[in-house]
């Protein structure tokens, strides 16, 4: 190579097929110079094969390397072997601040243990849009001011561990109906609307925040062509010189049909890089993920993408992969005891009651209807199970279970009218739709979307998620062991 040229696998972040490093894998990675691997689901084994992982990918991608994954807390955590975080609503419904960053560094610590140095978190969208099928309960809430303050916090104790995070997902994906990973949402604001809502919180963190992640969202009234992640107004314009915002910004993943199924990977790629991010997030095969880096090299040898422009991203990158190192903590024995009894205080913290929901005597007959599988949208880990559900009344007398098909599904009406105490425990994620309006039950459980308590007009407990910690709380509360003390951050009434 030149003394002007550059390689554009720095700048791609790829992801990996299985558990364990492959040669051929291994050989791809070191042959196009990437120093990016983001770990889903599907590569977290045991722990120690998670290290082993984390270790053998160092090794070949070198000591600058950068080794991500999404550990949100709540329904996003692929690490499900560490103490289980709570979802960033819960934390709103708890307005711990002093919580939010004790969290934050727990997390942090479970990660550096298994050789994770940047987590994409937390989520600064602003969830005020009760029909948003992606963000919901990802949110600490519905204001700028609980938004920044609580993420902020969280962020802290995340940075203070010595794991670097990664506020998403810029301009701001809390008031859409459409789900990115399906289509392409659009945000039809004007940058006045932005600037009081949705841009507050990454506009007060930016300082803080060593990176971002953007939005495969277009914005019509700022830039009509390109969906943010690929705006040169957006990323160059608003965040760059404006926001003089001077750290990481990576892509959402490329793949989502938003951008994959418009523009192609190798032309977002290259788009994406030209817009002022300095990462892009290329899953797929090892021939999609050279797709992409073929056509940032493409677009340096003909002048369509700067090399000046590449030598800055792969700086920004280098100070974060200095400021973060891969480390492998051992994280064993009472300091993870702790961060696990943390956790669940903090679920604990959150649960909610509304409109004066309380709980059956242990020894009234109950009815509880409830749809026992749930299969995961791909973002979520798996929903919680009618099994989990029924250990939350193991302390009852007289117990009838109703297992259904789709909750959605459920006709009032062929429930009998028998004096029982007729409860409604929700497993999944989707809206009820307008038939839910005719349910009566005398206690509504909601286990995942806190948006399914506008659905049905009865008393209602939330728990904001259904980790471990969650449940215990919501069976503690259901058996008169405990409290609902939390206070939603989001309008439900």
Not at 79 to 91: G, I, K, N, R
Not at 160 to 176: E, L, M
Not at 295 to 307: E, F, I, M, T, W
């Amino acid at each position: 190579m030149s003394e002007t040229a550059f390689h554009p696998g720095r700048l791609v972040m790829v992801d990996i097929q299985g558990k364990t490093l492959d040669a051929t894998t291994a050989a791809f990675l070191r042959d196009n110079q990437i120093r990016a691997v983001c770990l889903f689901r599907k590569n977290l084994g045991t722990e120690a094969e998670v290290r082993q992982l984390t270790r053998d990918l160092r090794e070949a991608m070198g000591p600058d390397a950068l080794i991500g994954l999404d550990q949100e807390g709540g329904s996003v955590v692929r690490a499900t072997f560490l103490p289980q975080p709570p979802s960033a609503m819960a934390l709103g419904a708890a307005g711990d601040e002093a919580l939010a960053e004790s969290v934050g560094a727990a997390v942090a610590r479970g990660l550096r243990g298994i050789g994770i140095n940047w987590n994409f978190a937390p989520v600064t969208d602003i969830n005020n849009n009760a029909a948003n099928p992606v963000i919901a309960e990802r949110s600490f809430g519905e204001t700028a001011e609980t938004v920044t303050r609580l993420a902020g916090a969280w962020m802290r104790g995340s940075l203070a561990a010595g794991v670097a995070c990664c506020i998403k997902h810029f301009p701001g994906h809390g008031d859409t109906h459409v789900d990115s990973h399906l289509d392409l949402p659009t945000v039809d604001k004007t940058r006045a609307e932005l600037d009081a809502l949705e841009l507050k919180p990454f506009k007060a963190l930016r300082d803080a925040a060593p990176s971002m992640m953007t939005a495969h969202i277009v914005y019509p009234r700022i830039d009509p062509q390109y969906p943010a992640t690929l705006s040169k107004t957006i990323l160059g314009g608003i965040l760059r010189e404006e926001y003089g915002y001077d750290g990481v910004v990576i892509t959402d993943a490329l793949m989502m049909k938003a951008i994959a199924e418009r523009y192609g990977y190798a032309k977002a790629a290259v788009l994406a890089i030209d817009a002022g991010a300095d990462m892009i997030l290329a899953q797929g095969s090892l021939d999609e993920q050279a797709q992409a880096i073929h056509a940032l090299q493409d677009a340096l040898n003909r002048g369509g993408l700067k090399v000046e422009r590449c030598r800055e991203a792969a700086a920004r990158l280098d100070k974060l992969a200095r400021d973060y190192p891969v480390r492998f903590d051992d994280y064993q024995g009472a300091a993870r005891d702790a961060d696990d009894a943390l956790m669940r205080r903090a679920w604990a913290a959150g649960l909610s009651a509304l409109r004066g929901a309380s709980a059956p005597a242990v020894d009234r007959p109950v009815r509880v209807l409830v749809q026992d599988e749930v299969p995961t949208d791909g973002v979520s880990e798996a929903g919680p199970t009618g099994a989990q559900v029924r250990a939350l009344f193991e302390g009852f007398a007289d117990v009838e279970f109703v297992s259904l098909g789709d909750i959605a599904a459920l006709d009032w009406a062929n429930v009998p009218a028998d004096g029982r105490f007729n409860i409604v425990a929700s497993t999944h994620r989707a809206r009820y739709g307008a038939q839910a309006g005719g349910w009566k039950p005398d206690l509504h459980l909601v286990l995942w979307n806190p948006f399914q308590s506008l659905d049905v007009a009865a008393p209602t407990v939330i728990s904001w998620g259904y980790a471990d910690g969650a449940l215990a709380a919501l069976g503690d509360w259901l058996q008169g062991r405990g409290v609902a003390g939390g206070h939603a951050p989001v309008t439900l009434n």
